[in-house]
């Protein structure tokens, strides 16, 4: 209870009514004059990787926003999460829809082509709800660890014509040019029956090693794998193997635990998300585009795209600033992790897409984490660990003038 | 029978012993009558309620209705906004005979949507310094869940701390003893000891945002047959002056069951440090607390084990004969700073706000309130989001 108040005296009581009146009418005047800015003020459309590209109609942008809040959504492990699993949603690891931090990072793991799965293979979950038991690395197998990638523009990725990536794919590298990339044509899961022809490969997308043809096959093992939620796609839980058969019974949530409706809702999301704005290109970056079309950056790299017809009127016909080929490379000895994924082999990475490295830090902290695992705090740093066929690329951006190095780390840093 | 249960009745025996003393000594005393033994045991708390009125011979019922008007913000966008009638709380006491009080309140929060039983005690009273408590008891994890009626407090929000930390209101069933020991004329200190269910494994369970107090606090039966104690000590060298230190431990897991050993015991640890003074012409109340949580391998590095969080608030009154038509009325001002963390091992997953506040007393028991907040939340990435509110709120006794 506050303290007594003061008495006044009265005849100064006309006065300060007159004063408080004033003062009200005042603070009121300005209140309202300033209430944009009392309140918070949105970040440009352009400068965040969670919003929905242009030209969506409200009933789609009323998708994205359910969408939305299932990807943001936490389980909890009375709602299901587990037995064993990594992350407890799927925001959890992609900081913004953006890419996550070592911290978050996936660990993988096989015996050479085979994923492992009497072991826990292919991917290592190390959290347990209470009466569960973690999973730790068995010894001997090949393992990865993979930074969770950005999951902005996958719907305008999967829009692009097969047809056109294919274009840019020369495995035998019958141009002579030292670079050969090459499709990872993988074989659907049994749970993409409903959407793909059966037994029938189909051409990687997704994911370090295009190893994912679609976004509703990872979305259906994210929540599979990495947050333990079974769903109608994959209803039987991921379990330790090496664990007491006993522990599985700590999940006491029914399966499936989410229905397919929270799924698609999800990859209506994850498709309507578009990719952050570039940069300005300044006179000083168009040079930097230069070097890095001379020095042979763009033949991996590949600037842009265009989707052809979609599901969403939104994203077809539209132009898509990638910078990828979304082929798989030879990346060399220091990138390689031995540990193959799909077609791909253990020294084969996709091509990364470069956009959204201009906002980058602002879901990071300040922080930068680039390559498959996170080592590379700069893009300077990223560049110089190219190897393979990226190598005479990497030698010839360490032998630019130091004026040319830093107009080219301008112009893909803007991105 | 089971080493706790042991534990307990040892307890309660214990209790039951030094309580028969003290009645026997208290019946042969001159009930002590200083004013430090006479004003409210919790200033603001369960016995200093301004309306509770006598109804049926024995019985006082009064209450208090709390209604919202919001809108918040984060990073531009609107969050939440609207109305909400956030509490109508009925208090209820009897005096049943010359040394027992019977309290009680029941409130209906968000419009409703809940319902919950807050107080029902009932306190056996031997002597100033020792007295017997059984019930539904408020926890005296520090001084505002202790006393956090909404015309109490000067700000609309209850603090962070209080609501996400620490899950205030927060009650418990537990057993226990109370007292006030004068210290001089107007000094005094009080003490609180309890046995209680405690917290429960929904605060891992079912929190998806990691460790969360609040979820595990409803624990009608106590789910893993294991007492928490908690306590608190007061000193009040005056009426607007206090100190209060607290403490809690307590198993929040099932770790037996039928006499096997299910389970590693897992603890809930609460330290908490409370004051209100007066200063420069100021009223000021503020409040820390540090929680330890034992952790689970399993949940290691997602879930916390280390929390923490504070809340500093000044207020000041003026402006009493102001307003004609209400010869009672009256302003105050004042601002709030607190922060919480809900990770203490983690750079982010944290929050500081800052609140400034004018309010209308209309009387001494009702308050029309206006609150401009400021907040800057991190995620567990520790990347910021800005976020603003303004809020509107009426709330009476009656």
């Known amino acids: ?415 | 029978m089971s080493r706790t249960h042991v534990r307990i009745a040892g307890a309660l025996a214990l209790w039951l012993l030094f309580a028969c003393t003290a009645a026997t000594r208290a019946l042969a005393q001159v009930p002590d009558t200083t004013a430090a033994i006479d004003r409210p045991f919790v200033p603001g708390g369960y016995d200093d309620k301004p309306h509770l009125t006598g109804l049926f011979g024995r019985i006082a019922i009064g209450g208090y209705v709390e209604a919202h008007a919001f809108t918040e913000q984060v990073d531009g966008a609107t969050e939440e906004a609207g109305f909400l009638l956030k509490r109508w709380n009925l208090l209820v006491s009897s005096r049943v005979g010359e040394r027992i009080q019977v309290w009680a309140e029941v409130e209906f929060e968000d419009g409703g949507s809940e319902i919950v039983l807050e107080l029902a005690q009932m306190d056996l009273e031997l002597h100033p310094a020792m007295n017997v408590r059984g019930g539904m008891l408020l926890v005296p994890i520090g001084r505002f869940n202790l006393a956090h009626d909404g015309p109490r407090n000067p700000f609309t929000d209850r603090p962070l701390l209080a609501t996400e930390l620490l899950g205030s209101a927060l009650s418990m069933p537990g057993f226990g003893l109370f007292g006030r020991v004068p210290l001089g004329d107007a000094a005094r200190a009080t003490y609180e000891a309890y046995a209680v269910n405690g917290y429960h494994d929904g605060l891992l369970l079912d929190s998806p945002d990691g460790t969360r107090l609040p979820l595990g606090a409803r624990n009608p039966e106590d789910l893993n047959a294991s007492p928490a104690w908690v306590s608190r000590v007061a000193w009040n060298p005056g009426e607007r002056h206090e100190v209060g230190l607290s403490g809690y431990t307590g198993a929040y897991n099932v770790f037996r069951t039928d006499g096997l050993d299910v389970d590693e015991r897992r603890t809930v640890r609460v330290a908490a440090l409370d004051a209100r003074t007066t200063f420069v012409g100021l009223d000021w109340n503020g409040e820390a607390a540090a929680i330890r949580v034992e952790i689970p391998s399993g949940l290691s590095g997602l879930n916390a084990s280390r929390q923490a969080g504070f809340f500093v608030e000044t207020t000041r009154s003026f402006g009493q004969g102001w307003f004609g038509g209400m010869p009672e009325a009256f302003l105050s001002a004042g601002a709030r700073f607190e922060g919480i963390d809900f990770d203490r091992d983690l750079a982010g997953d944290s929050q500081i706000q800052l609140t400034a506040g004018v309010n209308l007393h209309p009387s001494r028991e009702a308050v029309l309130k206006f609150d401009y907040g400021r907040s800057r939340s991190r995620d567990r990435f520790n990347n910021a989001a800005e976020g603003a509110a303004l809020k509107l709120s009426l709330t009476s006794y009656f």
Not at chain 1, 9 to 17: E, F, I, T, W
Not at chain 1, 177 to 192: C, K, L, Q
Not at chain 1, 388 to 397: H, N, Q, T
């Open chain 1, 1 to 415: 209870m506050p303290r007594d108040p003061d008495p006044i005296d009265p005849s100064a009581r006309l006065a300060r009514r007159r004063l408080v009146g004033l003062l009200a009418a005042a603070i009121c005047g300005l209140g309202l004059a300033a209430c944009s800015q009392l309140l918070t003020t949105a970040p440009e459309a352009g400068d965040v990787f969670d919003g929905p590209v242009d030209g969506l109609s409200s009933a789609e942008l009323a998708a994205f926003v359910e969408g939305d809040a299932q990807f943001g959504k936490p389980f909890s492990a009375a709602e299901g999460l587990g037995p064993i699993f990594n992350n407890v949603s799927c925001a959890s690891c992609h900081s913004g829809d953006g890419r996550g931090r070592p911290e978050n990072a996936l660990t993988r793991f096989s015996l050479g082509l085979d994923p492992a799965h009497h072991l826990g293979g292919p991917q290592l979950q190390d959290k347990a709800i209470p009466g569960a038991q973690p999973e730790t690395v068995p010894s001997g197998v090949d393992q990865s660890r993979r930074l969770p990638p950005p999951v902005f523009g996958m719907g305008l990725i999967e829009a692009i014509p097969e047809a056109d990536l294919l274009a840019n794919a020369d495995p035998a590298d019958s141009d002579g040019d030292g670079i050969s990339g090459r499709p990872n044509y993988v074989m659907p899961p049994e749970f993409m029956a409903a959407h793909l022809p059966v037994g029938v490969p189909v051409l990687g997308r997704f994911s370090r090693k295009a190893q994912v043809s679609s976004i509703l096959e990872q979305t259906v093992a994210a929540y599979h794998q990495d947050i333990g939620i079974t769903t109608d796609f994959l209803p039987v839980e991921n379990s330790n193997p090496l664990a007491s058969a006993a522990t599985e019974a700590a999940d006491r949530v029914a399966d499936p635990e989410l229905p397919a409706a929270t799924v698609h809702s999800v990859v209506a999301y994850l498709r309507m998300l578009a990719p952050p704005a570039p940069g300005e290109l300044t006179a000083t970056r168009a040079r930097g585009r230069d070097v890095f079309n001379a020095i042979a950056c763009a033949s991996c790299h590949v600037p842009s795209f265009r989707t052809g017809t979609a599901s969403i009127p939104a994203l077809s016909n539209r132009d898509v600033a990638l910078y990828s080929d979304l082929l798989l490379h030879d990346m060399g000895d220091e990138l390689a992790d031995q540990r193959p994924d799909g077609q791909a082999d253990g020294r084969e990475w996709r091509t990364p897409p470069l956009w959204g490295l201009r906002i980058m830090r602002d879901f990071l902290n300040g922080n930068a984490f680039l390559l498959h695992d996170g080592r590379a705090r700069t893009l300077s740093d990223a560049i110089s660990a190219h190897g393979g066929e990226a190598a005479a690329a990497r030698d010839a951006f360490l032998a630019l003038p130091q004026s040319d190095r830093d107009a080219l780390l301008d112009f893909v840093g803007s991105r």
